[in-house]
Structure formats: C-alpha cells, structure tokens
C-alpha cells in the first residue's frame, strides 16, 4: 500500500500540517492503494513562496546549466521507469504494456527533448535599435489530470523548468503516486530547493488557492471544461497567463472512397485509447450514408479486437522505454483495462443509458456489468448507431470506450459540416485513398491536430484545441514558448 504523508515543497518533504487523507483505490479490484495528504491553502501558499524565492537565480542560469539539471532529472527519472509504470498501472488501471510505452515512454522523450528544443529558441535578436529578448514568464501552477498523468506533468514542467520558470505541481488526487516518484527523481537529481514543488490534495483544497494566488504568474491546466471555467475566472482576478487543455468530441472522417473494412476497425481502435478515457479520442466515426450498415457490421466485429483483462496481468518482462515513432503507431488489437474511479464508471455508463434512451441504437456493448468482471470499475466497449447531432452521446465528452457511429450524405461538403458541428476543436482524422483530398478535408476541420490515414501522434508537434477545447499550445518548442515572455529594450545611438 502506498501511503504518503509529505508534500515536496522548497527542496524537501514538509509532512502535512493536518491528518486529513484522500484515499486512492485501484480500479482493477476496487481495493485501497494507499493515501495522499488533502493539502491546504496554507500549504499552497508555502510552496508558492518557495517557487517565488528560487525563481531570481533558476532563471538567470544559462540554458546550458539549465539543460545539464535537466538532463540528471531525467536520467533520475528512467531510474523509476518500471516502477513509474507499475505505479500508473495499478492507479489508472491502463494496461501494463501501455504503462510502459506511452504513459511513462512519452514523458520520458519529452524530458530528453528539452535541451534541444531550447537550444531551437531564439533567446535573444536585435530588431533596429532594439535588443528582444525571450525570458520566463515567472512561477508556474501546473494542474494535471489522471488520465494521462506523468505525460501532463512533463509537457508542463519540463519546458517551464527548462527556460528558468519555477513550478508547483498540483497532481490529481485519484493519481498522484507517480508524481510522488517524480518528486523523488527530482530531489535525487538536486534540483535546486524551491524551483519544483509538488502539493497533493484536491482543486478545492488545493488548486483554487494556487491559481489564485497573487505570486503565481502562469497557469496551465488540464481537465474538464467546468473546471476549465473555474480556473480562467480565478485566473482572471489577477490577470494571470492562462493555458487550457480541455475536452474533446472528436470527429473520424472517412470519405466514400476509403477503405472502409480498414478505416472502421481502425475508427473503433482509435476511440478505445486508455479505455476511451483519451482528451483526442476519436468518439464520433462518420461514414457515408450508404454505407453505414456496413460500418455497423465491421464495428461490431472490431469490438472483439478490445477485449477487457485485469491491467497489472502482464506487467512481468515489460520494460519501459523512451517513447518513439516507431512505438508511435497504434495497433488495430490491444486489451481495455477499467476505468479509473467509481464516479467515472457511473458517468459513462449513464450516457451509455441516456443514448439508448435517446433513441440511438447499440451495435455492441451495453451499460450492462461485463461478465466475469464483478469487482473493477469496468466497462463494455460499446458503440452506438442510428445517432442524431443532437443526442448528449454525439454532443458530450463521455471519456469512456463509447464510439457514436454518424451517417453524412457522401459530399466533403457534409462531412465537414458535421464534422464541426461540435463545441469543441481537439482533435479528429480524415481518411481517403486520395491524400490530397484528405488534406484539402482536414485543412477545413476547426481542431487543433487532424490526423490523415492513420498518420501516427508527433510528440514534437504542437498540441492544444480550438474553441472549448481550450487555448495555448504544448509539446516541441511551442511548449517552451508557452511559459516565455518577450521584452524589448531600445538601445540608445552608439556614442551617446
């Protein structure tokens, strides 16, 4: 059992003021996994001074002193690599093979990247007779999810720390050990006291005070639009920077000329990630009219491709390793682990109730308990057909394995209307045998990211969403530029 009673803040571990615990479970059994500190506002407000004391010297180091505090955090950091995996394993319920390739090979890369991606900035130029220069917007709150969790605290921490910034961390509460271990590498590698803290708690407890602080210059948060809202209105009283990563419903477009067998079975792939519990999952698969009975039959059949197992079953023998193109490409077959709480469970399941509801029609699933799974807060991978726009399950972020089949009329013309008949913009993919028309398609699709036949996840790229998908951009040298300010010095006439 993982028990902690210690927030990690201004180089060491403050044991916390109060008893108070949050209670983590593992959603495979349901069983305790251990317990978090439920920090304070005045814990907050500790790690904020210490982010503001360090802040002075982090940010005057040069990049390359920078880079090498980098470099020993990182390598501190694929020290844990088995047992950050074997951690996000049993707390977010992914399977151990996907622990190990994504959830903790993807924050390793992004960490290795960093040094390059800054050696990318330009630091300083000469515009006329001005000197611009690039430097750290200040001290950052980083608000991260579960879904994801050691992948969205590297995409915010390691460029902040990167170009000098100073950060505090507020992991989610129903995943927090790994940032423990994170917190553990960092104290190994030295980074200098204060220029990382870690306070575990709720956003109540803990996140409301820390975006709202007045020493805190940069936000950026990942999580659900209500939240989302919360966090730009307390943001806004002091007229902090703001960075959202928000929801998503997106579109999977496939043209009449494409593949379909393929295309379909790839479509219900694609909104399986993690369970479903993806922000750029694929949920809504839209096919030509004329053909959606027979995207019904090869979703149906796809669906065996994703059978549920208990996640930690094979975890013996796989070794994590720096995420890659080549481990970039996502297989058409891979296994659904649980969700990753009771209260997702429920969620998902009343959509999957409100869609039959609705009048949309089951093609595989159910909110039924799987057989065989009595304990665990698992759910059927379930795929809806006979869906109007109007419907909550075409509309809503389910953040489950639920894929929502839309029939268009055939036209490109169509297919994008529908395809942005949605409040959010994070992502979606097009599919056609032609790539210039897929490209001439995806060019006209209001999303932050849009996949073409398959292209595999760029970790290099920027990533964020247009419209309630939120707004700023992480990932690659965009990431850094995120938490950089520009200033301009006018120089006077030389001699003068």
Not at 418 to 428: H, K, Q, S
Request: with cysteine.
């Amino acid at each position: 059992m993982y028990d902690r009673e210690s927030h990690y803040i201004g180089g060491r571990w403050v044991r916390a003021a109060k008893s108070d615990r949050l209670v983590v479970h593992n959603p495979a059994d349901e069983a305790v996994l251990g317990h978090v500190p439920a920090g304070t506002p005045d814990e907050a407000a500790l790690a904020v001074a210490a982010a503001v004391r360090a802040f002075d010297d982090w940010a005057s180091r040069s990049v390359a002193e920078r880079s090498e505090v980098i470099r020993r955090f990182t390598a501190c950091l694929k020290g844990r690599a088995a047992l950050l995996a074997k951690t996000i394993t049993e707390e977010v319920g992914s399977p151990a093979s996907f622990s190990a390739r994504v959830q903790v090979g993807l924050p390793l890369l992004t960490f290795d990247s960093q040094p390059t991606h800054a050696s990318e900035i330009v630091w300083h130029q000469r515009v006329g007779h001005s000197m611009v220069l690039r430097e750290a917007a200040g001290v950052v709150v980083a608000i991260t999810p579960w879904n994801y969790p050691l992948h969205q605290i590297a995409a915010k921490i390691a460029p902040a720390l990167m170009v000098g910034c100073t950060v505090i961390l507020k992991p989610s509460e129903l995943a927090p050990f790994n940032a423990y271990l994170l917190a553990e590498a960092a104290d190994e590698a030295e980074l200098p006291d204060g220029v990382l803290n870690v306070v575990f708690g709720t956003g109540a407890g803990v996140g409301s005070s820390l975006v709202a602080h007045p020493d805190v210059d940069v936000v950026s948060f990942t999580g659900s639009n209500e939240t989302g809202r919360i966090v730009s209105e307390l943001a806004s009283r002091s007229v902090k920077q703001v960075h959202l990563e928000l929801g998503g419903k997106s579109p999977n477009v496939v043209l009449d000329d494409a593949d379909l067998e393929q295309c379909v079975a790839e479509g219900v792939a694609r909104s399986m990630v993690n369970s479903g519990q993806t922000c750029t999952s694929l949920s809504r698969l839209l096919v030509p009219k004329r053909l959606l009975s027979q995207a019904e039959e090869i979703a149906a059949s796809a669906v065996a491709n994703h059978p549920l197992v208990d996640p930690s079953a094979e975890v013996e023998g796989i070794r994590p390793t720096v995420y890659s193109d080549k481990l970039a490409h996502l297989p058409t077959t891979f296994a659904l682990g649980p969700l990753v709480s009771a209260n997702q469970r429920e969620r998902v399941v009343d959509f999957i109730r409100r869609g039959v509801h609705d009048g949309a029609r089951l093609v595989a699933g159910g909110p039924q308990r799987p057989s065989g799974f009595d304990q665990g807060y698992y759910v059927l991978p379930t795929i809806f057909s006979n869906t109007t726009p109007d419907m909550s399950i075409v509309r809503e972020e389910i953040f489950g394995p639920v894929l929502c089949l839309q029939a268009y009329d055939g036209s490109d013309d169509s297919a994008v209307t529908m395809a942005n008949e949605t409040p959010y913009g994070l992502a979606a993919a097009v599919r056609s045998k032609d790539p210039e028309r897929a490209l001439a398609v995806a060019r006209r699709i209001r999303a932050g990211q849009v996949e073409i036949n398959q292209a595999r996840f760029n970790p290099f790229a920027p990533f964020g969403g247009f419209k309630q998908s939120g707004h700023g951009r992480e990932l690659g040298t965009w990431g850094l530029e995120a938490f950089l300010q520009t200033k301009s010095i006018q120089l006077p006439p030389s001699g003068s």
